[in-house]
């Protein structure tokens, strides 16, 4: 597989003055808001007005720093909390500072795709999204699809990454603006007491989504939804690429929360490393940072009718009937009796349970085995990202399993 | 001194009062001389436990006095303190031959049932594992594996479920892994589910036939025992009409305000505990 040249594509997540690229480069993607002149004055021009086109020799922005709506790239260089971010996260030396200060501005602190983390925030889940989902499917083949969406938001849940950017040692700007160390997250912050999911979404990616008692089912969150199952909104396509520049008068956008925005920090670091760094890099940030987390997926279940579902299991798959048997027991006219049971089917025995009566013992029992059936892991997990890697051993197809019991 | 002589008259109601005085007289000089032997003060043990058969007198203050056990009092006062029952003396009372009944010195020793002793010793006695003993060939280095009793894990795949490729299944054939015969082992139920398969097409639509006519007198166990098969099968049959599940519905209601705060508690307390289940908490 080729490799791609994303040195040269990374060029693009710098803005222009951060940029050491060619001069082509330089001219092709200058962005337009450091080139904008002096001519701006709050006072008698509006901001929809049409600017003149910058001269040539148009000298260096008159902006004051309060004006702007996030730090200018300049100050990345001077900030210390910047610098002891990057070394603290171990970040690759081809990442710039530059970078990294735009990975903490948020769409709602500055609108301009140009200078926020929109974009690479997209780049950076969709990378965790495969990562995450890859490994897991391809570690635990049969596991439900709740349960694969659980420990996917698990894995790259805005709630985890809120965490994880905690972890990092992230601090919070108190509210966006220019004068703000670029080393601190830059966001429109809510609101004392509003609350953000208050309304249902609208504009969702599912459709007939106005009829409420229509049965969703978990299988049509594969196809509509989003990597958690939940249903997100549709994406609209991406605005223009205004000329004139956003400054702070201007009618803001929604601010968000703090898990949102820190969420939106966290992808941006990863699509900023796959850009700067390569696909290797971001893999191996990938498993120290994400895939090192602690997740026990046994605890995750939630079954219903346990023995049901291990009946219905042994009959698709062609085994004897499930038996109840009790193992070894105590006490049974005590007031703490502790039962044993096992599940057999034939001579095999599928799972084992401990209750303090046997219904219970049986149904513990149930889920055992249940879980045994579930958390089946292959001995050699290999997953398809690993093809990317130079000198990959030829692909073998991983095990694929049938699918979830239904009843 | 007078404390001792309370406590023979309570503890012997029935001696005449002549005689309790005599016993007395004995009690002081025993004492004395217990004193010029370094015991401080006595303490009466109890003798409703002791065993009679050894014992050589008869007489309940001689037992009383051969039943005395040396006992160190709080220094700042001289009355016995019933409350402890601590025995310390300053010498070994054993190197007091003549505080000794001639029997063994067992009685002597600390409160402590013997038989208790030496049950709980037997229950401690635990068997260890096998691996532990001494094996058949103890040439070769082995591998003792002790491990303690827990459940088993749920992220190691039973045998059967492993899929026929797996490479677990030929390494987990030669091992052990029969190691209970379901066979011997009792049913968790006391009988197994019949399964007949008795019920053609026509008594299923007679049984819906039935069901709709009257709900109220055909219920689900009616039905079950006209046609002799399970009231799961007839749920999975036909339904009940809406009319029967509300009127099913208010009977569960009355007979449910019917109950106080404990028992609906308990009850919820229950349906929480079989949730808890399901969750393997």
Redesign the interface.
Known sequence: MKRLQLQRWSSSALSSRARTGGRLQRHLYSGTRLQSTNSYSLQDQSLGQQLAPPSATSDVPKFTKRQLPSPPAEAARESAKLAALHARLYLPSRLPLETLARCLVDASADPSAQFNNQSLAVLGNDLLSNYASEHLICTYPRLPLTVIFAAMYAYVGPKTLLAMSREWGVEHAAAPGGEVDPGLLQYKRLDPGAKPDAEPLVGTTRPNEDQTTWRRSITSSVVYDNEFGDPERAASPPAELSDEPFLMNDKGPAPVTPEAASATFARAVMGAIYLHAGRPAAKRFFEQHFLSRQLDI??M??????ARDLTRLCAREN?DEP?????SETGRRSRTPVFV??I????????????AS?S?????AS???L???Y?????EVRVPSAMEEDGAAPWKPV?VDLGEVIV | MQDLLIMTCVRFPSLPRQTSAEKFRDLSAWINRLSRTGIRTLHLKSIQSQSQSWFPFRDPIYQLIHTFTAFRPRASSRKIDMAAFVTVSKRPILGLPFLLPSCEPATLELRRAQSTYRRTKQRLRIKPDASFGSSSDNSQAHIIHNPPSSAPSTYHTPMKFLPPNDVRRTLRNDASSKSQSPEALPSVFKSAPERKYHLTREDVEEIRKLRSSDPILWSRWKLAKHFNCSPIFIAQACEASPQKKEIQRQVLAAVQSRWGKTRRMAREDRQLRKESWGRDE
Do not use: C, H, M
Request: charged share 20%; proline share 4%; no cysteine.
């Open positions: 046994s605890k279940f939630n079954f219903q009718q346990p085994y038996v109840a048997k009790i193992i049971v096992g057999f089917s034939g001579v095999d025995k599928l799972g084992e349970g401990t209750g046997l219970e013992a049986r149904a513990r889920v055992a085995a879980k045994g059936w958390l089946y892991s292959p001995l095990y």
